[in-house]
């Protein structure tokens, strides 16, 4: 069985506040003189389900096509910790670490709100994230639209990464989801100065 774990991306996808909204255009339509439909794309890196790559939070960071694709394919856990609060913490996760993989997919939402952008969004704590990188998990996700608070601007998860080396996927969509272990496979595609890509998660069953 395949979870497509990837959000519908449309001109009503919500963004965060202030980056580009998904907008296509026809460059060119079927017609008499016309054997093809060819559109032009506008969007933010950040839309939809997506891998952030160093650049994005380090300003020696690489961007994502020189980021390695084996954290983004691989075994990985999906943990519940639905309506737990603000920030993902350690006692939320705590009872489905045994034998953990090294990817970690957390699901914060009863329903994700894949139509409107949500300002209380769930994030990590950075002491949760540190604890993960020191049983090995070398990958994070989560199905709210970063890893941290919306309105922070220290991006305290997103520094523990740069400094652990891990990766993270953002804006996944985890509902109905159960708690266990999948295969997953979220690529990013290999943009060569971007500082994200938008990526088409899915998790296979084992």
Same mark, same amino acid.
């Given at each position: 069985?395949?979870?497509?774990?990837?959000?519908?991306?449309?001109? /009503?996808?919500?963004?965060?506040? /202030?980056?580009?909204?998904?907008?296509?255009?026809?460059?060119?339509?079927?017609?008499?003189?016309?054997?093809?439909?060819?559109?032009?794309?506008?969007?933010?890196?950040?839309?939809?389900?997506?891998?952030? *790559?160093?650049?994005?939070?380090?300003?020696?960071?690489? &961007?994502?096509? #020189?980021?390695?694709?084996? &954290?983004?394919?691989?075994?990985?856990?999906?943990? =519940?910790?639905?309506?737990?609060?603000?920030?993902?913490?350690?006692?939320?996760?705590? =009872?489905?670490?045994?034998?953990?993989?090294?990817?970690?997919?957390?699901?914060?939402?009863?329903?994700?709100?894949?139509?409107?952008?949500?300002?209380?969004?769930?994030?990590?704590?950075?002491?949760?994230? #540190?604890?993960? *990188?020191?049983?090995?998990?070398?990958?994070?996700?989560?199905?709210?639209?970063?890893?941290?608070?919306?309105?922070?601007?220290?991006?305290?998860?997103?520094?523990?990464?740069?400094?652990?080396?891990?990766?993270?996927?953002?804006?996944?969509?985890?509902?109905?989801?159960?708690?266990?272990?999948?295969?997953?496979?979220?690529?990013?595609?290999?943009?060569?100065?971007?500082?994200?890509?938008?990526?088409?998660?899915?998790?296979?069953?084992?």
């Amino acid at each position: 069985m395949i979870w497509d774990i990837s959000p519908p991306v449309h001109a /009503g996808s919500p963004v965060f506040p /202030g980056d580009a909204a998904f907008e296509r255009r026809w460059t060119w339509t079927l017609g008499p003189d016309c054997p093809v439909n060819v559109s032009t794309l506008t969007l933010s890196p950040h839309t939809g389900a997506h891998a952030d *790559a160093p650049l994005h939070y380090d300003p020696q960071g690489v &961007p994502i096509g #020189e980021v390695p694709l084996e &954290p983004y394919l691989g075994r990985c856990r999906v943990i =519940h910790a639905v309506a737990r609060g603000p920030l993902v913490l350690w006692e939320h996760i705590s =009872h489905a670490l045994d034998d953990l993989p090294p990817r970690v997919l957390v699901r914060t939402y009863a329903q994700a709100p894949v139509d409107r952008w949500d300002a209380g969004l769930a994030a990590y704590a950075p002491e949760t994230v #540190e604890r993960l *990188a020191d049983l090995g998990v070398t990958l994070i996700g989560i199905d709210t639209a970063s890893i941290d608070p919306a309105d922070s601007k220290a991006l305290s998860s997103h520094q523990v990464i740069r400094r652990r080396g891990l990766r993270v996927l953002e804006n996944l969509v985890l509902d109905g989801v159960p708690e266990g272990d999948y295969e997953l496979i979220a690529l990013p595609l290999k943009l060569t100065t971007a500082d994200a890509s938008p990526v088409r998660a899915i998790l296979r069953e084992l």
